[in-house]
């Protein structure tokens, strides 16, 4: 086991004595710590782990750069995705847990690297809830099917591209997964209906 990949990110394990892990990612500006109250009902059924972003962006953590608003840098994408990776898989190893066994969320930033994540190491994310999330880089073909995704989104989110779920619930889809979406009328901001989405999707995978 490659202990040192442990270290890859800041993070916290809050160790529910389940035999299931859920891993969460937050947004731009968060920390490993943001996502935990959001999913807090769901100590019964999961052990948590939340990361921190590795890079900085005018002081705020994020999980790989950008060089504009929805702009990514694809070489951030390629190193943090790549250490994601080896994280998880030094974390599989070391709990004994097998990618069934694990689910993830993220938002904003986070569900952009979960997503990148899954396009690129698509065995070692099977189940991902996905909040406010676009595509990172053009689809490559990869075989998502037997992969459970949620998809949620603002119909008034400025900091999105038009279309922008759309096309990730596409991607996915096209991929052969099964994904779920999730709007509401709003933006950004997650919402109470969202939460309960979101919730809904993990207790039932």
Known sequence: MDGAALSYFTHVHVDNGRTRTLFLLHGTGGNERDLLPLVEPLAEQYNLVGLRGNVQEGGMPRFFARQA??????????????????????????????????????????????????????????????????????????????????????????????????AVIAALGAAGATVQEFSHPGGHELTHAEREALLNFLNAT
Not at 78 to 98: D, I, P, Q
């Open 69 to 166: 608003m929805g702009v990514f840098d694809q070489e951030s994408i390629r190193v943090e995705t790549e250490k994601l990776a080896a994280f998880l898989a030094a974390w599989n190893e070391k709990h004994g847990l097998n990618p069934e066994q694990a689910a993830f969320a993220g938002y904003s930033n986070g569900a952009n690297m979960l997503l990148a994540a899954l396009l690129r190491y698509p065995n070692l994310l099977r189940r991902a809830a996905l909040l406010h999330c676009m595509l990172p880089f053009d689809p490559p073909q990869v075989d998502l099917s037997g992969g459970h995704y949620l998809v949620t989104h603002g119909l008034q989110d400025s900091m999105m591209p038009p279309g922008a779920a759309a």
